[in-house]
């Protein structure tokens, strides 16, 4: 790695600070635990992290997170075991900064909106000479926040709290977003310094620009979008980021050449994947897991979620694909068709009113109104296979574990239990009894009941 300071083959060390309790969320798991589009907060910033190219990475976590502890792995974590600070959370990983790193990062489990972009140019500014870079932004209110004071060359002089700001630097717009690159090789004698002299007793990572300027280091700043540095602290908060990161989504679709017919009624996840020429009805939910072909279209009011979807397939309206869910280029799955944990294959058809799960199902098939592949006996799940061609009639019950052959066709109202043989014609069903003449007898003989005649 080449910086503008210095050559060094150290990687770049991240350290994500997710020790928070999260109380005003009222939850009973870790704050960073919530989602944003599908993925928890600090997966996104995980994913951020790694996308500006950083591998090294240690999470921070209070004691007792366990959970949180095993959604971040393979990253290892530090505990930390008293909450003192944001300084103080940066030492709990003293011993992954001692081992040695060109830069150290340190950003935040609740900032999912934060950008590889973003982490890229902060660790630039660092690069060009300073021990420590900050990451500042320019919100339409700046009072809550620490302002960026600046010295004549530009360079960061100092962070000043709100609540200390004179007049003048109450003025200033640009403001503390805390997100932070500081020289690996200096990192912890920097850290080391930060004092607790304050009202909380607290080791404020703030502090940091203050003592490495004492120590007659230069400091520098780089901006980042408002959007980026949505912090999330309660479930309103929350809402704000998952609103803005569906935007997010929504505008990255459409660049990629997918039409969204009312973009603001659809809901996708952070890795979904739709293909050019693929159409999205209105009201479509995407959960986590979803591959969408090119020239696809997604009808109304559909839910899909750890599925693939084939070139020039047809998903609904009203279709749910559970996970597992595979249909191959050109298929038909319409309104009121669930699909779980089946494939079906090129131009299969299952247009309505239909269940097919943990099943296999033929190209070009049909699955008639009303059919159920009935996969589990309350104590396992039990495969259907239906071949190429094969017609199954409305209504129709198909008892799992079964098969039925390619080009066979299947009556209407069977319930079917046996394999049926390729190009066969299969009808399970009871026989029709028809009485001529009887429905007058059998309509006085209600009434007369009704009117307690008998």
Known sequence: MTTGDNRTTAPTLAIVLAAGEGTRMRSTQPKVMHKVAGRTMVGHVLDAVAGAGVTDVVVVVGPGMEALAKAVAPHPIAIQQDRRGTAHAVLAARDAIAAGAGDVLVVFGDTPLVSSETIGRLLAERRQGAAVAVLGFRPADPSPYGRFVLDADGGLARIVEAKDATEDERRIGLCNAGLMAIDGARALDLLDRVGCDNAKGEFYLTDLVAVARAAGAACRFAEAPV????????????????????????????????????????????????GRDTVVHPHVVFGPGVTVGEGVEIRAFSHLEQATVGDGAIVGPYARLRP???????????????????????GAKANHLAYIGDATVGAGANIGAGTITCNYDGFGKYRTEIGAGAFIGSNTALVAPVSVGAGAIVGAGSVITETVPDESLAIGRSRQATKPGVAPAYRALRRARREGKV
Request: hydrophobic share 50%; aromatic share 2%.
């Open 324 to 346: 597992g869910a595979e249909l191959g280029a050109g298929a038909h799955v319409g309104n009121f068709v669930e699909i779980k944990a089946a494939t079906l294959g090129p």
């Open 227 to 274: 959007e980026e540095l949505m912090g999330v602290n309660t479930r309103a908060d929350l809402a704000a980021a998952e609103a803005a990161m569906q935007d997010r989504l929504r505008r990255r679709a459409m660049a990629e050449g997918t039409t969204l017919v009312a973009p603001e009624t659809v809901f996708l996840a952070a890795d979904t994947r739709l």
